[in-house]
């Protein structure tokens, strides 16, 4: 069984000019890694990040962002669909993970192959 969280405060990630935002009480179990690759890569490891937006997008079709500068108190809706929200993730683990830039183009495949039966 996998384990799930629930984010006891909004989170909000520094993102190409403004933030992506995961509301307070939403669940997730970051990166969804199956038990035999967890030794590679761990649900709550560097894919963290990227896991959590991920599963937004996946539960919603869309992921909440907020501009820094044009709109500031204004959040938006951002619709996408699976192909979108899989590139949102090794977009996020690149920018915050620069140096495993190859794990995450195996993990980031391994979604576009495997994602939509999660």
């Given at each position: 069984t996998r384990r799930v969280f629930r984010l006891e405060e909004e989170y909000r990630l520094p993102f190409k000019g403004g933030f992506l935002v995961c509301p307070l009480n939403f669940l997730t179990d970051f990166a969804?890694?199956?038990?035999?690759?967890?030794?590679?890569?761990?649900?709550?490891?560097?894919?963290?990040?990227?896991?959590?937006?991920?599963?937004?997008?996946?539960?919603?079709?869309?992921?909440?962002?907020?501009?820094?500068?044009?709109?500031?108190?204004?959040?938006?809706?951002?619709?996408?669909?699976?192909?979108?929200?899989?590139?949102?993730?090794?977009?996020?683990?690149?920018?915050?993970y620069p140096e495993h830039k190859k794990k995450t183009w195996v993990a980031y495949k391994a979604l576009r192959v495997a994602g939509r039966f999660d």
């Open positions: 969804s890694i199956p038990r035999f690759f967890q030794r590679i890569y761990s649900p709550t490891g560097y894919l963290l990040l990227a896991g959590l937006f991920h599963d937004q997008c996946y539960s919603n079709a869309f992921y909440l962002w907020q501009p820094f500068e044009e709109f500031p108190d204004e959040v938006f809706k951002m619709f996408v669909d699976q192909e979108e929200a899989d590139n949102l993730f090794r977009e996020i683990a690149w920018q915050y």
